[in-house]
């Protein structure tokens, strides 16, 4: 195929990659975006591979297969661990970003008959962007999707050190000098170590900024991860000289950029902040005075749930870890035959990535115009009779709004606290993730049930559905 | 010089339109829109498969870092297409 069809092949696969994006704004048609998606990808496979000079067909063929078998069964992974599996995909696409710039490096230094006419300053540039945001993809990435399936020998809280963030921003900054120096001299006797060295400071600084982060600052940094690798993909194409690589790479980017900052305004966080990875610092809360929650049974909650007219549902983390959403879903059918309005109040960072419930709710077959954005629910919460809060925690806290104090102060809640009554599904009063004490637990009209979410919602559902063979 | 100034602004542009349809993107939808655009980012491939197009023989050290570069952005790409797939199955309105 000449080079003329293959530049057309690539625009096609452009064009259809703007579709797919446009055609995700909604569930109507988002799924025509994965099949547009899924197109021009072929395309833009089947253009390159058709293209003079490549020959070596079975170094193509052999590592496809594996990856695309245990890439398919790796997607079918329960829900709840959508996460951890889209995390370990941002690591393997870093590590093929890294691997690429690192081989075609070592191809024009060593491989072809005029090095020096081929490693130009920009190329250079372009390869040592590649590198150090492919490497510190892969192994952040993949710290990220350890936390995520929280294996033991991982800290699941932060972990932080005094000084840590001059070690992270120093091994990042020696990376950066090193590779100002070898764009400087590409082929000095000294520069392939120091491309090796670039490699090792990328790949130690992807898992020491992902270490001190954790539980509810995950979206945040999932997002991160995603648009550092569409911009490895970028480099990768300014070195190649490929413009689909930049733009498929741009589009990437740009979700991945515009996704964390939706994420950091939903927790009012500073964008810098998290780039330099000074968050999730553990907060020690102050010892105040004693202060008792009371607690409800499930019986009496179903009874006061069942005379409600309105009635909003705050899913958070810890439904997902309970895997209660089919549950959930169970009550929502016993509150809405007896007609009943229940709707569910979505906060952005609920979950461990951005839009983490909606997906959950939509397993359980919760038709999506019942889920409502923060924003929206909140005019309707001092209409609602009752608020149940399942697994959610500093999404709720009324101190993000009052406490000026509140390592939360500022961030943008759902008003648990303005219905008329609230219960709280909780396994114990241990502070959240955060650690910060949650003044809704005392309020005068909340009411504590505890348990595993997965056991008290089934219990409600229960009770409920034994109520309504009596009337 | 002419050809660098190109990339940069093919660069610009896709990435301000990438911006704009994402942010018409609803939150509801920010999962699947994630694994969507993870799965675009496996179009690294592409860069595994360019190293097997040069004219120069190559070494086996450079075929078997891009044979690795090859599987695992293979692996990022089909696993992030199916499992957008699933999740946007399950979307469905009041019946």
Known sequence: MNNYIIEIAYLFATAMFIFSLHWMNDPKTSRRGVVAGAIAMFVAIVATWSAPGVTQHWWIILPIIPAAVLGYWLAQVPLTAVPQRTALSHAFGGLAAGLVGTAKYFYWRYCVADPAMELTTFRMCAIVAEIILGYLTFTGSLVAAGKLQEFKWLPQRPWVYRGQIYVNLGAFALAVLLGFLIVLVPDGSWSSAAFVLIIILSLNFGWMLVMPIGGADMPTVISMLNAYAGLSAVAMGFVLNNKLLITAGALDGSSGLILSIIMCKAMNRSFLNVLFGAFGQVQTSAAGEKKTAKSETPEGAAQILEQASLVVIVPGYGMAVAQAQHRVRELFDQLTRRGIDVRFAIHPVAGRMPGHMNVLLAEAEIPYDRLIEMDDINHDLPQADVVLVIGANDVVNPAARSDKNSPIYGMPIIDADKAHMCFCIKRSMNPGFAGIENELYYADRTFMLFGDAKQVVGELGKQLAGNSGIH | ?95
């Open chain 2, 1 to 95: 010089m002419v050809d660098i100034l190109v990339l940069v602004g093919v660069f610009l542009v896709t990435f301000l339109v990438g911006v704009v349809l994402i942010l018409k993107v609803p939150p509801r939808l920010h999962t699947p829109l994630m694994s969507m655009t993870n799965a675009v980012s496996g179009i690294t491939v592409l860069g595994g498969l360019l190293l097997f197009s040069g004219e120069v023989e190559t070494s086996w050290c450079i075929q078997a870092l891009g044979a690795i570069a090859i599987a695992a952005g293979a692996f990022n790409m089909l696993g992030g297409f199916a499992v957008t797939d699933r999740m946007l199955k399950l979307f469905k309105t009041r019946d």
